[in-house]
């Protein structure tokens, strides 16, 4: 995600690191750097000028002070680290302020209407957001307003039917019309949210335009949020200023960042249309949507990975046992058979290279295409369950005759089974960095900085101190859980 987009701003750090002094020269090298990236990564033209313009400024303008104060701390910071500090806030507010927040309005039933071009997402989106909501406590119907391309009705009813969500269709009708009757059908279910799942047009195509506005005068939405592919770069903006002027959107969906190295429309869409980028879409599984946090993706891009993001999703799919067993595993003493506990639970989190990717810089110590997949588990753990129990709980054990007997036993290579051990060394290393990072005090939130304190407590705007919070958070979590047991306990 974004990849080009942080090359450039790394090559700029290291252009700046050891510099005592930011000068004209200089810092014209490193923005070069930024520039170049930021255009190759499809941000729009006007808003990489104005962007680098302002970090300019501030740069040259700022007397670097190379003592500051922070939270009654004095720090010592170079002008390389002044410099990151205002590139993370420019980014912030270029992407920024947060809103991820959806109207909910008096009426009975609150409609969300999805639009984008052809193939955007807006039918895998609106899935998704019904189960963010339903997982809110809201009982939301999906709609199915899509009546030109044969397969949408059939598309939306199987997603509806693998969440279990109600899916309102009525063959024959226009979309105007459909949409309307969605809210009565709603009320008469018993649902409060409709999400239309409307059909994919081109912003040239005037029909489809138009009929978006008839439903838009048909239901009054109290949210019409524009699905925007990330991967069509430049001409997300067009698109979105388009569809802006036509609807008037609330704010917008960013999708497939998970596939493109370049998400240029990440850092262009506010900027152009003023209006915010309320949630990305990471990946085609209906759980890859996340509230969209500029703090989280500022940090990302400039590789202090996104704590915050990954605790997230670490609560999201942790149940109190496994989050005893995780804390076993953050210490980097685990067997096989947690280790294949762990790879489900890594599993439903996303691919390992995706949480790799929320790690700061050196964290992530991990080769590419580390990733597990459903039938790579199905192998791992049949290599596992040839194992011994001694083995399983004395990994360094497995000598050639051992490795030789498990591959025959499990139907798998011995080159797999070889793989396999290592991988769960290299797994071990991983969650034991992890585990540094996400349990200890202080020294640890310096280490999740990339070991850089200074720098990450003058991004203390951001940064460490959503980390803490998210660390802390945690914490009181698991206390609370505690107490609870032990009343529990108490009680039988
Ligand atoms: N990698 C990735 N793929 C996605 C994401 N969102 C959607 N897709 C994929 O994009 C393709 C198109 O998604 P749809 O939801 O059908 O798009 P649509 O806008 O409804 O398409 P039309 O109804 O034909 O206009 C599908 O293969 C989805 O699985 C995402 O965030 N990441
Ligand atoms: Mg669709």
């Known amino acids: 995600m974004l990849e080009m987009v942080s090359d450039g701003f790394k090559k700029a750090h290291h252009l700046l690191q050891g510099k005592a002094i930011i000068t004209e020269k200089n810092i014209e090298d490193a923005l070069r750097e930024i520039r170049v990236s930021l255009l190759g990564a499809d941000v729009e033209f006007h808003v990489v000028k104005a962007f680098l313009d302002r970090v300019k400024i501030k740069a040259l303008g700022e007397i670097v002070q190379t003592k500051v104060s922070h939270g009654g701390k004095k720090l010592k910071v170079t002008p390389h680290q002044h410099f990151i500090k205002i590139c993370y806030d420019e980014l912030v507010s270029l992407m920024g302020p947060v809103d991820s927040s959806l109207a909910f309005g008096p009426r009975a039933v609150t409609v969300i209407m999805m639009v984008g071009l052809q193939g955007s997402g807006k039918t895998t989106t609106a899935a998704k957001l019904a189960r ?271 490795v030789t007997r498990i591959a025959s036993g499990s139907g798998q290579a011995k080159s797999q089974v070889v793989e396999l051990v290592n991988r769960f060394k290299t797994m071990r290393q991983v969650m034991r960095n992890l585990g540094k990072g996400l349990t200890g005090k202080k020294k640890a939130l310096a280490r999740l900085g990339m070991g850089d304190e200074n720098i990450a407590d003058l991004l203390g705007g951001g940064i460490p101190r959503q980390k803490k919070q998210a660390l802390v958070d945690l914490k009181k979590k698991k206390n609370k859980r505690k107490t609870a047991k032990k009343a529990k306990r108490k009680n039988r």
Not at 146 to 157: G, S, T, V
Not at 181 to 201: E, H, M, P, S
Not at 255 to 272: F, H, M, P, Q, Y
């Open 132 to 402: 963010y909501l339903e997982k809110q406590g809201k009982k939301p119907m999906m709609v199915a307003a899509d009546i030109y391309r044969p397969a949408a009705i059939e598309q939306l009813k199987v997603l509806g039917g693998r969440l279990d969500i109600p899916v309102f269709y009525a063959p024959g009708k226009n979309p105007p019309q459909i949409c309307k009757d969605a809210l009565d059908a709603a009320q008469f279910k018993g649902c409060n949210v409709v999400i239309f799942d409307t059909a994919g047009r081109s912003i040239i195509d005037e029909t489809l335009m138009e009929e978006l506005e008839e439903i838009k005068d048909a239901t009054n939405p109290d949210n019409i949020l524009l699905v925007v592919d990330a991967m069509i770069g430049q001409d997300s903006v067009n698109v979105a200023k388009e569809f802006d002027r036509r609807l008037d959107m609330s704010g917008f969906i960013l999708t497939k960042l998970d596939g493109d190295a370049r998400g240029g429309a990440a850092l262009s869409i506010k900027e152009v249309t003023d209006k915010p980028i309320k949630f990305i879409g990471i990946g085609e599984a209906l759980d890859r949507l996340e509230e969209f946090r500029p703090e989280g993706l500022a940090s990302r891009i400039l590789g202090y990975g996104d704590v915050v993001g990954l605790v997230k999703d670490f609560e999201d799919v942790v149940d109190e046992k496994a989050e005893e067993d995780a804390e076993k595993i953050l210490k980097g003493d685990f067997t096989f058979d947690e280790f294949l506990k762990q790879l489900k639970i890594i599993k439903k989190m996303g691919s390992l290279s995706d949480i790799v990717e929320k790690l700061p810089l050196g964290m992530g110590a991990l080769p590419q295409g580390q990733g597990v997949d459903d039938k790579e588990l199905i192998r791992v753990e049949a290599i596992i369950m040839s194992m011994t129990p001694y083995e399983r709980t004395h990994p360094g054990c497995l000598d050639d005759s051992r």
